[in-house]
């Protein structure tokens, strides 16, 4: 199993790379989020990778980091969800995005990635959950932290959406305390 390429990157044909790896050329398959982040060509590029073994085709998938790389293989275990529709789905959210959406159990922001419709989103959020938000929530890119889970799900009882409530959240300092937070994100809401 080939688990990470360095390398030289020889060309960048969206979503597919060919890296030089000492005088052998490994064409893979990457998601947008890494795509923008590669250096450029000519210059070394280090790829975590999965692959993937089918009846007709040797398949390796590239990722930026190994968070990512996780992700794909936590997506690609759901029934009916493949590598292809896994890196549409890295390619059209974070991965801290994901994480929220799963925790929040948000469907209409999956549906939003091609080729993703209502009932695999809702599936996929069924089979993530437990699974991709709480690991994630806890080491993502944007850490939605005990206290602000609480005030996030306090402003959603109170009857405000889940994009409100997320919006008041940021207005809230990281290290607030569960009642101030909901008092200053309740403020935000009242001059939004």
Known sequence: MIGRLSGILLEKNPPQLLVDVQGVGYEVDVPMSTFYNLPGVGEKVVLFTHQAIREDAHLLFGFGNAEERAVFRQLIKISGIGARMALSILSGMSIADLAQAVTLQESGRLVKVPGIGKKTAERLL???????????????????????????????ALGYSDKEALLALKTVPAGAGVSDGIKQALKALSKG
């Open 126 to 156: 069924l089979e993530l959950k437990g699974k991709l938000g709480a690991d994630l929530g806890a080491g993502g890119a944007h850490p939605v932290h005990d206290s602000q889970s609480d005030i996030l799900n306090a402003l959603i």
